[in-house]
């Protein structure tokens, strides 16, 4: 009994002394827990209310669209799909997905969402013959279809500060079977508890050492959101406080739906090099190419199985481990009811697939999107285009990028020791709409830095020689393909008492010739004695009018191509001819949308009047004798005669500059060869650029050219004098003229003519 009492009193004693310190620590507490509360409360809700990320801008190719009888090969055609990161099945039916037996192609497209609304995911059948669609039908039902839009390549991302890689999707979006299985794995009572959960930290330490490895883990969801969202990875007792306190928090203000929707879309789930992958869109992409509604039970498993490790189980390093614990969590998923006994057998036998090759897109084309972002600044600030989720729709066609690098590494190979030493630009554009659809700055394709499509401003030569005649052209009264051009020497005096004293490329002189060949050989002095005739500055103020901001010399020798032009700039004057005398800007946007899908901004263009459409018509007929018997003969020679191509090819003085500019019914490039100091190439325009062009064109499925003819008489002349003659005559040529203004005075061969005469009688 005298013990009992001693250890009263000494208590008694004890808490008289420990009484105020601890009544002091209480108040303490409460009086640094209750503001700091408060603070943490503010700044939840000022993260949760505005809930939003840096959400990189991404950049995607144009759509390839089928229909029948479009030119398409197969070799372009699988190139599409490998841009868009279609997989090779045998089966096809898994979106994102295709398989080729023969010459048909079996292809599950993934939907997407484009300009003019969503497109659901479909199975197709392609059939090619001859270079085009032969049939294209619904693989399931075998309807025949009129046209089939396919995904686009994602070709670039735009990213902030942060390089995180991010989808944002709805819960609505996100497949049940993820939902379920998260909250199977990560937090079974998330439904139930308010933050924290003492029982699932002892539940998952119980299951771990039962395992022998980790198979749960004790943190609710909501704590794993507060690590990402809030705090950093240290372990300190702060950490900790911090942690339970805002999840309490975000628990007391949020329900649970918001919650859960925060972690998809925020969780860490991989890291390629400097980006990161946040959220299971984005690693669905991230992994497996697919949309995250494309995924089957066995990719979901993998991904839910990643969030205890990303650089744990990353497939691309540990397929192994990745692969037990993915099936480990589909065992969590058929013994929680979330799938049946059948779909874990045939999916714990499932390869890890696709997801050994994980990838993020590499930003490829860096001259093409220097382009994109130079007409995107136009519009939007940096800060928008790095963060605000857009989705960019560019005019890009892999496949014509693809042949194009293919062309340029083929053709200077195929120079020899000249072509060690060059630089190189490509542009292809849409001949009738102005669609850049593939642009090369430099023989190392994916080296960003110096665009020399965009900004190498190097003399044109002949290039400039198509326009000097379209000019006389549009006067049909005084001009015609028939005008004899005086091809003789000239000599005029320059300033400072100099003489200027040009020649042609094979040092001759040729007497009277027809306009349309002193084109077609691309001879020098018809042509400056032409331009001297229609004057000197309508053709500077014709060259003018296209607004190319670049200085143009108003002197004669600007009738010879001396005048400092990028491959761009030639693609911009070259689209007036292609689009049949339609003034056309070049473009590389179609669209864009927002960070939900919605369109913020539509580029189409509208093309000019056509002020001088019969006189481009003319010009393309002779251009297209460039072609055939010119000085880019070698069109023909190599078997690319039944395109019909127009082309004009362009060497500078020295041969410092190979230029080829040519098109064909719906495909127009122009190629650039020369050297970065400026040096002699030993390169004329018909052995450097021509020969990109011809490499292009031998793999490019596309249309021929075929030249209208409205506006347009044909009628036979004597190509000595010009005159109309008759068919029978030797040597008389067919030609084009503006109608009503076709030679009247005739020159006639009676001779000629009686030979055919008695011929064709003693033949009969």
């Known amino acids: 009994m005298s013990f009992l009492s001693s250890s009263l009193s000494a208590s008694r004693i004890l808490w008289r002394w420990a009484r105020i310190p601890f009544l002091i620590g209480v108040g303490a507490a409460i009086g640094f827990l209750t503001p700091y509360t408060f603070y943490l409360d503010r700044e939840v809700r000022s993260r949760f209310d505005d809930l939003s990320w840096e959400i990189p801008s991404r950049v995607y190719a144009r759509p390839l669209q089928l229909a029948p009888g479009m030119p398409l090969s197969a070799e372009m055609l699988q190139i599409e799909l490998a841009a868009a990161r279609y997989v090779d099945d045998p089966q096809a039916r898994t979106p994102g997905t295709w398989h080729r037996a023969g010459a048909r192609f079996t292809i599950a497209r993934r939907g997407f969402v484009y300009l003019d609304g969503r497109e659901h995911e479909k199975r197709i059948a392609v059939s090619l013959a001859d270079g085009r669609v032969s049939q294209l039908v619904d693989a399931d039902s075998g309807a025949a279809l009129a046209k089939v839009r396919l995904e686009p390549a994602r070709i670039a991302t735009l990213y902030g500060a942060l390089q995180e890689d991010r989808r944002i999707v709805q819960l609505g979006e996100v497949p049940p079977l993820l939902l379920g ?43 794993q959101l507060v690590k990402n969202l809030f705090l950093d990875r240290g372990q300190t007792f702060t950490r900790k406080l911090n942690e339970a306190l805002l999840s309490l928090l975000i628990e007391a203000r949020y329900d649970k739906q918001r919650i859960l929707e925060a972690y998809v879309n925020e969780v860490f789930l991989g890291q390629q090099g400097g980006q990161a992958v946040h959220g299971f869109a984005a690693a669905s992409e991230f992994y497996f190419g697919r949309d995250l509604r494309g995924l089957g039970p066995a990719d979901i498993a993998l991904l839910v199985g990643m969030v205890q490790g990303p650089s744990l189980y990353d497939p691309r390093r540990n397929p192994e481990r990745t692969l037990a614990r993915r099936n480990v969590v589909l065992g969590v998923f058929r013994d929680t009811g979330l799938i049946d006994d059948a779909t874990f057998a045939s999916s714990s036998k499932q390869p890890i697939g696709t997801a050994a090759n994980a990838t993020l897109p590499r930003d490829r084309y860096p001259a093409f999107l220097d382009l994109v972002r130079r007409q995107l600044k136009q519009d939007y600030p940096d800060t928008e285009l790095n963060s605000a989720g857009l989705a960019i729709h560019t005019t890009l066609a892999p496949s014509v990028q693809t042949l194009g690098e293919d062309a340029i590494e083929k053709a200077l190979a195929g ?71 005086d091809d003789s020497a000239i000599d005029l005096p320059q300033p400072g008492g100099a003489r200027w004293r040009p020649e042609n490329d094979d040092h001759q002189t040729h007497g009277q010739v027809l306009l349309i060949d002193a084109l077609a050989h691309s001879w020098n002095l018809a042509t400056i ?56 800007p070049l473009r590389t946007l179609r669209g864009v949308l927002d960070a939900k899908g919605r369109p913020l901004s539509r580029y189409a263009v509208k093309p000019g009047a056509g002020d001088y459409t019969t006189a481009t018509r003319l010009v393309t007929h002779a251009m297209q004798q460039v072609a055939i018997n010119g000085t880019a003969h070698a069109i023909n020679d190599v078997g690319l005669g039944n395109l019909h191509a127009a082309g004009k090819t362009g060497t500078s003085d020295t041969q410092r500059d190979s230029w080829f500019a040519g098109f064909t019914g719906d ?97 009969q």
């Open 529 to 584: 004695h032409l331009g001297q005739r229609i004057g000197v500055d309508r053709v500077h103020g014709f060259l003018q009018s296209f607004g190319l901001g670049r200085d143009i010399n108003p002197n004669p020798s600007m009738l010879l191509g001396a005048i400092d032009l990028s491959p761009f700039d030639v693609a911009r004057l070259y689209q007036y001819l292609a689009a049949d005398g339609h003034a056309l």
């Open 415 to 485: 120079i020899g020791k000249r072509g060690d030493a060059v630089e190189t630009a490509l542009v292809v554009t849409g001949a009738r709409d102005g669609e850049v659809q593939a642009m090369i700055g430099s023989r190392d394709v994916d080296a960003p830095g110096f665009n020399r499509a965009l900004d190498a401003l190097r003399p044109i030569g002949s290039l400039v020689k198509p326009f000097v005649n379209l000019v006389a052209l549009a006067q049909p009264q005084r001009y015609s393909l028939a005008t004899l051009l």
């Open 181 to 223: 299985g998260l909250q199977a794995v990560e937090d079974r009572d998330f439904k139930h508890h308010h933050g924290i959960n003492a029982s699932a930290i002892v539940r998952a330490a119980w299951a771990n050492l039962v395992a022998g490895h980790v198979v749960q883990g004790g943190s609710t969801l909501t704590q």
């Open 667 to 763: 495909a127009l490039a122009v190629a650039w060869v020369g050297r970065d100091d400026n040096k002699p190439t030993g390169l004329v325009g018909a052995t450097g650029g021509l020969r990109i062009w011809i490499e292009l064109m031998k793999r490019l499925p596309t249309t021929p050219l075929v030249v209208p003819q409205d506006g347009i008489e044909q009628a036979w002349v004597d190509p000595q004098s010009g005159k109309r003659s008759d068919s029978a005559c030797s040597g008389a040529r067919e030609l084009p003229f503006a109608t009503g203004y076709a030679p009247t005075e005739e020159e006639h061969c009676p001779l000629d003519q009686l030979r055919q005469f008695f011929g064709t009688s003693s033949g």
